[in-house]
């Protein structure tokens, strides 16, 4: 294989961004590609569906980018049990950043310690072997005070993110949540914003407005917007 010209690229840009392949229809060789664009522009991960993970693991061993995958996706919707088998799964296979979602509908029901609890015991199992933990909120179907209720719950379980969206949703990251997610949060746990970022000016928009860290599908083409 022969040598690749970088483009000469905003690596700090780039090491926001976890480059992100979720589609059902991807396929192996998809998988490796993104892993190949991730080491060629220093994403900060690959974030990939748990079959995937022993793949990007392969192809990301020795480098600093990360592999991520999903727990409970896209709904949220499993048992707390079976959210922690997934974790438990996709770590011993070399995930060290783990996106789950949140049991939305508990959320909206007012259950409020299911919910946590369900966090908690992902986030527990998670940094026992040292991945962390981003809390999908799945913020268009929630209000601002269940989206507020969400951050606060997330961060009470030790999560380490809190994350906008699936992108399999009926919307994606706004400015506006992305605001309110780090109003409630502080300064001190990360926001993902994640769901129809597609251009520079969107994620530094984001990143304004309290982001630290981008999940795209579109990162190669944000990237070296950087360059231009």
Known sequence: MG?????R???????????TLLRPDASREDVVQVCREALLYHFASVC???????????????????????????LGATGTPV??????????????????VMNVGALRSGDFDAA???IQAVVELAHRSGAIVKVILETALLDDEQKSIACR??????????KTSTGFGRGGATVHDVALMRKVVGPDMGVKASGGI???SELKD???????????SASVKIIEETAA
Request: aromatic share 4%.
């Open 3 to 7: 040598s690749l010209i970088v483009p």
């Open 116 to 118: 946590r609890l369900d």
């Open 48 to 74: 990939v569906n748990p079959y995937w993970v022993p793949v990007a693991a392969k192809e990301l061993a020795g480098s600093a980018v990360k592999v991520c995958t999903v727990v409970g996706f896209p």
């Open 198 to 200: 597609r251009s520079l």
């Open 83 to 100: 959210k922690c088998a997934e974790t438990e799964l996709a770590i011993r296979n070399g995930a060290r950043e783990v996106d789950m």
């Open 153 to 162: 719950l997330s961060k009470a379980a030790g999560a380490d993110y809190v």
């Open 9 to 19: 690229i905003d690596r700090t840009i780039a090491a926001l961004i976890d480059h």
């Open 206 to 216: 984001m990143v304004a407005a309290g982001a630290s860290r981008i999940g795209a």
